[in-house]
């Protein structure tokens, strides 16, 4: 501490997507004043070929991936190939997309938020996509998803500095491929498929591990990345685990550990 009873001010490098902020921490009788971090949240837009189509609030980090991924997951485009220009303004807060097709028109303006969006029922999306094929190969043990959740875990940067922060991975059985950051659960899940977009890694017959609450939405996107196998380290909703059955889709929630609930298809996960 310094003379004034304060703790110093850390001195390692700060990772993107936080920023430094001063806190009084208190314990019993306790206060003390202490320098940490906390996540930066951000006003962000997507715009595609000089058109606003989406504002967001989203961590200031894989912004080309988060608009690539979420013009896919809209059904906008498909691969990469089908944009032509990407460019992030210089202040890093739009992200402007030319597409192949000049003539594409928004249909109307989207306000994405990172918190959780709603009015949908399973009528609405269960029609919407034909299930996986039980051709697409890919299981894996219950130690292999305690693991990979592991090391999600532990790769989560900007949670290990600042918390408050979610994170989402595509994977195989035995390793991480992609790990992205945000404080939006859809946000990661758009910048995972956008990432694989740029990287050329597919994405069908992957697993998707994800920090957050999987809701509708996240079954949805999940369902698009073709990837039948998804994990949470929390808990599922009554529409995404009845979608993940529709769509041929293993849905793992809490998964700590050596611990977890296998909500539908499990004969993907095998002992040991």
Same mark, same amino acid.
């Given at each position: 501490m310094n003379k004034n009873g304060q703790l110093?001010? %850390?001195?390692? +490098?700060? #990772? %993107?997507? #936080?920023?430094p902020v001063r806190y009084t921490a208190v314990n019993g009788p306790r206060r003390q004043d202490v320098d940490g971090m906390v996540v930066t949240e951000t006003h962000i837009c997507i715009s595609v070929n000089g058109q606003e189509l989406a504002t967001f609030m989203a961590s200031p980090v894989y912004l080309q991936e988060m608009a690539l991924g979420f013009l896919a997951n809209e059904g906008i485009i498909e691969t990469a190939a089908d944009v032509r220009h990407l460019h992030l303004s210089q202040k890093g807060t739009c992200v402007d997309v030319w597409l192949q097709d000049s003539g594409f028109t928004p249909p109307r303006k989207f306000i994405i938020t990172a918190g959780c969006g709603g009015g949908v029922t399973f009528d609405d999306l269960s029609g919407e996509h034909e299930p996986l094929s039980p051709d697409i190969p890919l299981t894996a043990t219950t130690t292999q998803l305690a693991e990979l959740m592991r090391r999600t875990h532990l790769g989560a940067e900007m949670y290990q500095e600042a918390r408050g922060?979610? =994170? !989402? #991975? +595509? !994977? =195989?059985?035995?390793? +991480?491929l992609l790990q992205v950051e945000d404080i939006g659960r859809h946000n990661c899940v758009d910048k995972i498929r956008g990432a694989a977009m740029m990287a050329d890694i597919r994405t069908e017959g992957r697993l998707l591990l994800t920090s957050g609450r999987v809701s509708s939405e996240m079954i949805n996107k999940a369902r698009r990345l073709a990837t039948p196998i998804v994990c949470s380290r929390t808990s599922p909703t009554s529409l995404s685990v009845a979608l993940a059955d529709a769509w041929n889709i293993t849905l793992v929630a809490y998964l700590r550990q050596d611990r977890m609930r296998?909500? =539908?298809? %499990?004969e993907r996960i095998a002992e040991g």
């Open positions: 110093p001010r %850390p001195q390692t +490098l700060i #990772v %993107p997507g #936080v920023k922060i979610h =994170t !989402a #991975v +595509l !994977a =195989t059985p035995e390793q +991480l296998i909500y =539908t298809h %499990p």
